[in-house]
């Protein structure tokens, strides 16, 4: 049965949906941003609903993807992993390959480089490549599982800093009077710079730091933006503004970055001009701001310690699961790890079971009983 269906209540931004059995394909148009992320959320959580085998984003006619693109991704993986599935990201652009590498989710979701291109969106459109061959493993579904919980534990720092870089650089082509960018972040109950485009912004965080002033403490402390456009006319804060003004800084432009929890940091712009920013680079760096938000959020920034031993002990158990239920089909049924992999998958399907739920009653299985039982 093949079935295709088209949403577009956004202007500028489309998605249509085909099904081909257990298949689908979900293919975007426009920008992919904090204003159409819900509406693409929604549409790929409801495509996994179906419990479909594989979902394929094709991104081809996506003009720009943010990190809220990146979430999507990554917890669609997470559930269709979770459930023997698995996710493809088709024709992504060059960016967001790279974004994929910076965050580690290219270890976990396939890309297609190269398909037919979709010229219409659309109910008569039927160019989709829709069998491309996909290869699932095991590590990949254990990988992909603990990104569940949108990413709620990165493989290190290293993956989170890379990411919050890319952010960084981005924000520095754009705002053209921009003249450095950094992210602080609250680490450890203390601001640290953990992207900065020169050594001359990192410094300038230092010295907030070190004062306890200045724009970028106060927007990671209050959660809102701060703006000194004219600091040789600043008196908000004085044990800051004469290091900044001895570096040739002239302007600073501080975001507040956000969770769920509170705030947590800030991106800031620097820029050796006098009033730089206008009210259209105050709105540019919301978008950043918005951006490196998202990424944080995933990444379980701002959670509260326990609740992240949690979240580790949950995939640490998960992953042993997972591993144990594989062996036990392997030996039962004489099967290779593709074959018991595919084997369990239908099993859940068929009882309209979760994937890792049915791992764990495999394990089960093979505990002895008590007497009596």
Not at 299 to 326: C, K, P, T
């Amino acid at each position: 049965m093949t079935a295709t269906s088209k949403l577009e209540p956004l202007v500028g931004f489309e998605v249509a949906v085909r099904y081909v059995g257990e298949r689908v394909v979900v293919a975007v148009r426009g920008e992919v941003d904090f204003e159409t992320v819900p509406h693409l959320s929604g549409v790929v959580n409801a495509v996994i609903d179906r419990r479909p085998s594989t979902v394929v984003l094709d991104l081809g006619g996506a003009s720009f993807v943010g990190a809220g693109g990146l979430g999507i991704i990554a917890t669609g993986a997470g559930r269709l992993v979770s459930d023997g599935g698995q996710m493809v990201v088709r024709r992504p652009s060059r960016l967001l390959r790279r974004m994929m590498q910076i965050t580690g989710l290219s270890k976990v979701v396939s890309i297609e480089r190269s398909a037919e291109i979709v010229r219409h969106l659309g109910g008569e459109q039927a160019s989709f490549d829709i069998e491309a061959p996909v290869v699932a493993t095991v590590e990949s579904a254990v990988l992909s599982y603990q990104l569940r919980k949108m990413m709620a534990f990165p493989a290190d720092t290293d993956v989170l800093d890379g990411a919050l870089r890319l952010v960084v650089a981005l924000a520095q082509l754009v705002v053209q009077r921009a003249d450095g960018v950094s992210i602080s972040l609250s680490r450890h109950g203390r601001l640290v710079t953990v992207a900065a485009t020169d050594q001359t912004v990192s410094s300038m965080d230092a010295g907030q730091y070190e004062s306890g002033q200045g724009p970028c403490v106060d927007a990671a402390a209050n959660g809102r933006w701060f703006y000194a456009e004219s600091l040789s006319e600043e008196s908000r804060w004085p044990d800051f503004t004469p290091k900044a003004l001895d570096l040739g800084i002239n302007a600073i432009l501080s975001t507040p970055l956000l969770t769920q929890d509170g705030p947590v940091g800030a991106i800031n712009m620097y820029s050796r001009t006098i009033e730089a920013f206008a009210d259209r680079d105050h709105e540019i760096a919301s978008t950043f701001a918005t951006e490196a938000s998202l990424i944080l959020s995933y990444a379980g920034v701002g959670a509260s310690e326990d609740d992240l031993a949690a979240r580790l002990a949950e995939s640490l158990r998960v992953r042993e699961v997972i591993a144990l239920a594989q062996g036990i089909v392997m030996a039962r049924e004489t099967l290779n790890a593709e074959e018991a992999y595919a084997t369990l998958r239908r099993f859940a399907v068929s009882q309209d079971r979760t994937f890792a739920e049915l791992a764990a009653d495999v394990v089960a299985s093979t505990r002895p009983q008590a007497q009596g039982e």
